[in-house]
């Protein structure tokens, strides 16, 4: 079952046109990555789908409803994560997540049990009567995911969620949207830092000058800019290495021996790295060291884009 579906998706202002007919799905409960450099659309396009942005042409449909129709039913299933810290630091950080929750209609007992639930789930149960003003930019930031997440949503959008902030806070942010996904929510996710979307996202769409140019799970992407990787194995001792043997091991495409480096050229698409392996340990052969050349999500949008994700 697709949680989002975006058909057209257009936002004019004045002349210029920041999202020009982007359509995609997301199915229940993938982690979409979003990615774009500054001024591509992706803020636009996710503003829009959090009904933050009044769409100029097209259609989004969450959990099978127009959002333009059902906006009430929208608001109630869509958690927003945004790039800017929306707290306010002269309340406590249950009163922060209490408010926020409260208007989603969350009342009494339920909404008390709610806060506390989203607050622990952040790691700042200890923190219910403390002031956001002495928190660290890391704990504000998971602050600013307890609000969005107590009212329950099934659709999460993570705006740069981790922007400015120290590697455990990092670190524990990411923890937490993998925990999210295993609950049951379906998870949009931003991110300038090409290795988080690597390690999280199930599934990616790249936008440039407004439009959807690629999308795909990451390997899919991958084969995009090149389909062949290449694998380099240092050996003790190469003398009795059968080159034409290596050959018959499935993807690889071509072997070749320079002094004591197994150079290999293979299919990206077939794993074939534990095979490889296991073929040198049946022949006795020592393993120095290995290397696997393959592109990565960087190298990709660099080339369908032009420029760094950062730019």
Known sequence: MNVLEIKQLTKKFNHFIAVDGVSFSIAEGEIFGLLGANGAGKSTAIYMIAGLLKITKGEIKLLGKDIKKN?????????????????YEDLTAFENV??????????????????????????????????????????KRRLNIACAIAHKPKLIIMDEPTVGIDPQSRKHILESVKKLNE???????????????????????????????????????????????????EVKNS?????????????????????H??????????????????????????????KENAPNLESVFLTLTGRNLRD
């Open 71 to 87: 906006s009430k039913f929208a608001k109630m299933n869509i958690g927003f994560v945004p790039q800017d810290i929306a707290i």
């Open 98 to 139: 209490k408010f926020f929750a409260g208007l989603y209609g969350l009342r009494g007992e339920e909404l008390n049990q709610k806060v506390t639930e989203a607050l622990a789930f952040v790691g700042l149960g200890d923190k219910e009567k403390s002031y956001p003003k002495r928190f660290s930019g890391g704990m």
């Open 183 to 233: 609950t049951g929510c379906t998870i949009i996710y931003t991110s300038h830092y090409m290795e988080e979307v690597e390690a999280i996202c199930t599934k990616i769409a790249i936008i440039d000058h407004g439009k959807v140019i690629a999308e795909g799970t990451k390997e899919q992407l991958k084969t995009l800019i090149t389909d062949t990787k290449d694998i380099w194995i």
């Open 239 to 259: 003398d009795d290495i059968d080159l034409e043997e290596l050959k018959n091991i499935k993807g690889i495409r071509a072997v070749q021996l320079v002094n």
């Open 261 to 290: 480096t197994i150079q290999i050229h293979s299919d990206a698409e077939v794993n074939n790295l534990n095979d490889i392996i296991l073929h040198f340990m049946k022949m006795n052969i020592e393993i120095r060291s290995l």
